[in-house]
């Protein structure tokens, strides 16, 4: 699995920026689609994550200002960031869980795979 990810940049506290990613090459099924993010310093935390029925997952630093979406038919997911912080400054990850093949599936295992990130920076 190739994840494409897209949408980052520089932005002003309150501004907005919208993150897309999308997955490509062999596999079964994508079960959950998500965005981590990392800071100098600190580990990658999770954002926000979506699974395959629309269930979401957010952190409570981001709940009500960041909104996750994601289309099963092409594989992609989104993340829009609204009233952006400078504490969101960060590289962003797009990751996915999936059935690499059938037997996995069968199996209840998945694999996850990551993006590149791409840098997010919110100025004061």
């Known amino acids: 699995v190739q994840l494409q990810a897209s949408g980052g940049g520089w932005v002003q506290t309150g501004g907005s920026l919208r993150l897309s990613c999308a997955a490509s090459g062999s596999f079964f099924r994508i079960i959950t689609m998500g965005w981590y993010r990392q800071s100098p310093g600190f580990q990658r935390e999770l954002v926000a994550a979506?699974?395959?029925?629309?269930?979401?997952n957010y952190a409570d630093s981001v709940k009500g200002r960041f909104t996750i979406s994601r289309d099963n038919a092409k594989n992609t997911v989104e993340l829009q960031m609204n009233s952006l912080k400078p504490e969101d400054t960060a590289v962003y990850f797009c990751?996915?869980?999936?059935?690499?093949?059938?037997?996995?599936?069968?199996?209840?295992?998945?694999?996850?795979?990551w993006g590149k990130g791409t840098q997010v920076t919110v100025s004061s």
């Open positions: 990751s996915v869980g999936a059935n690499d093949d059938m037997q996995s599936r069968k199996d209840g295992r998945t694999t996850t795979y």
């Open positions: 979506i699974t395959s029925f629309g269930g979401t």
